[in-house]
């Protein structure tokens, strides 16, 4: 029988409270209060902090504080990316944002996600003296391509892809997937328009 670990890698549901992720959790805490607490000027020390913890950093790569996250090092950026302020990580599943992309203030991306069923989603091996969680997890990668522009406020889903040079408007739910070379907006995020591909 796989063990959570296993189950997680493979996208099933898991106990997000085994020992390997609660483990990484830890790590990730003490990488987020010295992060969030180094100086803004600290350049040289919060590159290395960034890449220490996260599974990839490019160049010039910009993250705002405060910073959250659950995992870190599921979290892979390419070059030339920004990421401002105040913005949630949930990474228990990959993170991957192309190069020269934008994510502007309060952006969310969540990669965890539980049934919708209630006996589907509580765990049926509960048991409060093993620190075992009480629902069950699975985490799906979420992708975001190159030279995009994700807008203030904006929460993407567990699973999503958000293709090369699209801009999603600020305050928008992405519930799917979204194609290259569009503008996209709403709750649910849906396609307004197309724009230019890249040269």
Request: aromatic share 8%; with cysteine.
């Amino acid at each position: 029988m796989a063990n959570d670990v296993e189950k997680w890698r493979h996208g099933d549901l898991y106990d997000a409270h085994a020992p390997y992720f609660r483990n990484q959790k830890e790590i990730a805490s003490r990488f987020l209060n010295t992060y969030n607490q180094t100086d803004y000027a600290d350049t040289e020390i919060r590159t290395r902090l960034l890449k220490d913890n996260f599974g990839a950093v490019g160049d010039y790569v910009t993250v705002g504080t405060p910073f959250l996250c659950d995992f870190a090092n599921n979290i892979y950026l390419g070059s030339k990316i920004s990421i401002n302020m105040n913005c949630s990580f949930m990474d228990s599943g990959k993170i991957t944002i192309g190069d020269e992309t934008m994510v502007a203030p309060n952006v969310q991306i969540y990669t965890g996600t539980h049934p919708v069923e209630a006996a589907e989603r509580l765990n049926p091996n509960w048991e409060l003296h093993k620190n075992q969680h009480f629902v069950m997890t699975r985490s799906l990668p979420v992708k975001v391509g190159r030279r995009c522009w994700i807008g203030g406020g904006t929460i993407i889903l567990p699973g999503v892809t958000i293709g090369d040079n699209t801009v999603i408007g600020g305050g928008s739910v992405v519930t799917k997937d979204i194609p290259a070379n569009v503008v996209a907006v709403g709750n649910p995020c849906h396609v307004l328009r197309k724009i230019g591909a890249d040269n």
